[in-house]
């Protein structure tokens, strides 16, 4: 299996202002039988600008919550998935200068196990009109490519970029040995 990544990603986006807080978030790469991949879609017009984008479900880590009980709750609020964890994929530590904050972003790889109902919160239907898009590897990187023309889209293609092709490298060992 390959090494968990570890990743340290500036903002050349929006100008430094200084770093006010740190915020721990679990996120994950999902994907069921078939090997297709499940993704936040997000509509946003706010201070990050006007955007429709593609983002790895997951979200903030509760306080006395481990990173495996918020990883669990957050697919099931955004995408309506209980999951079974297969690995840790890594961390990623990036910055939003615009909103001066450090993200600790954990990731996991997780397998569906069953779909249900999603449970998003009022914020993500009001203000991000979150949806889930299910894609193939391919289209996925597509996507994260064609939202990197605003500057949100490029943080996050810099930051998912990376983790979806370290996913794709475990599923495809994944598959080659039955697993």
């Known amino acids: 299996m390959e090494e968990p ?3 340290e ?3 050349n986006e929006w100008e430094p202002q200084g770093i006010d807080h740190d915020r721990q978030i679990a996120r994950a790469i999902v994907f069921d039988e078939r090997q297709q991949l499940y993704f936040a879609r997000i509509s946003r017009d706010d201070a990050f600008g006007r955007a429709t984008l593609i983002e790895t479900s997951g979200g903030g880590v509760e306080p006395g919550e481990s990173l495996e009980e918020a990883i669990h709750r957050e697919l099931l609020e955004e995408l309506g998935v209980q999951v079974e ?14 909103i001066r904050r450090h993200n600790l972003n954990h990731y996991f790889l997780c397998r569906v196990l069953s779909f249900g109902a999603s449970h998003r919160t009022p914020e993500e239907v009001r203000d991000f009109h979150l949806s889930t898009l299910r894609l193939d590897y391919a289209h996925a990187v597509q996507e994260y490519r064609r ?3 605003t500057k949100l889209g490029r943080l996050l293609a810099q930051r998912e970029l990376p983790v979806l092709q ?3 490298r ?10």
């Open 85 to 98: 964890i297969v690995c840790a994929l890594g961390l990623v530590s990036d910055y939003y200068n615009l």
């Open 9 to 11: 990603l500036a903002d």
């Open 5 to 7: 990544l570890f990743l």
């Open 166 to 168: 370290h996913a794709q």
């Open 147 to 149: 939202c990197a023309s």
């Open 170 to 179: 475990i599923l495809e060992q994944m598959a080659e040995n039955d697993i």
